[in-house]
């Protein structure tokens, strides 16, 4: 009589152990599809910032090829087009991903900075004016910037240049392209303003170095500024400033100029030397 029993309590046993083992290898999977999540996304962003930008194009091409509707991927795919510098590759990732139900405006901005850099200002002009005004971000202004800049519009520009300047942290950048505006108008005081506020936030700025001194000599100050400059950066910012005097016509000062470039040089400044005897050639010719 008891052995029914048993047999019953083995049996009832046997299926609860198999549910808890069925139950149990459920958990560990879900477990590492978890981990895999997080894996995929550090692996991502890895992509997006460390590696060689046409390696993370052919990471983010293999994967969106996988998972063709997983927006995250696509943007993947288009910032690494940008980073590339594969400009027309890049438009046509980013209008993938506006195109997308779960595109957002700062999508359609990554769209316009893409465009801009495969020279399409203007459908960049009329995409940005599509978004509405209150969305307000630092990439949107600095863009419209630009914009602004390419059409000769010079009141909008420093309007968009400010509030750009307004909503960034880190606004060296923006503050070197003002300047360069400020630059090509010929204000060149406002230009020298600009490019020494964007040296006090980025002291690594050379472009911003480079360019202060390009105003400072339009001025005819043909005088270094006290920056913090390597021996290198130094003897190149002497021969940007060498040849501003030349352009202005200051021949005598530009060469000396040109030869404190050439001794200031840690190696040979092959630039530079070229430059000085080419000036010399034609003052004895």
Known sequence: MRHPIFLTLC?????????????????????????????????????????????????????????????????????????????????????KVTAHKKATDDDRVDLADALIRNNEWKKADELLDSIPPTFE?????????????????????????????????RPAGVMNNWGYSKLTRGDYPAAERLFSDAIRQDRTLFTA???????????????????????VERAQLLYTLGLSAVKRGDTRIGKGLLRDAIDTHPQHFEAAVRSLRALEDNVES
Do not use: H
Not at 51 to 59: I, L, M, Q, S
Not at 224 to 230: K, Q, S
């Open 137 to 169: 971000t630092f990439k949107r202004y600095r863009l419209e910037a630009m914009i602004a800049d390419s059409n000769q519009e010079w009141e909008k520009a420093d309007s968009f240049y400010e509030i750009a300047v307004g909503l960034t942290t």
């Open 209 to 231: 170095k480079n360019n202060l001194i390009l105003a400072r000599g339009a001025q005819g100050n043909y005088a270094l500024p006290v920056i913090e400059t390597t021996q």
């Open 11 to 95: 049996v009832t046993s046997a299926i609860a152990l198999s549910a808890c083992e069925k139950k149990s290898a459920q958990d560990v999977d879900r477990a590492f599809q978890d981990v895999n999540v997080i894996d995929e996304s550090n692996l991502n962003d890895v992509m997006l910032t460390s590696a060689d930008p046409n390696e993370a194009v052919a990471y983010f091409q293999r994967a969106t090829g996988g998972n063709p509707d997983r927006i995250d991927l696509q943007r993947g795919l288009a910032k690494s087009l940008v980073r590339a510098k594969r400009s027309t590759e890049a438009v046509a990732a980013w209008k």
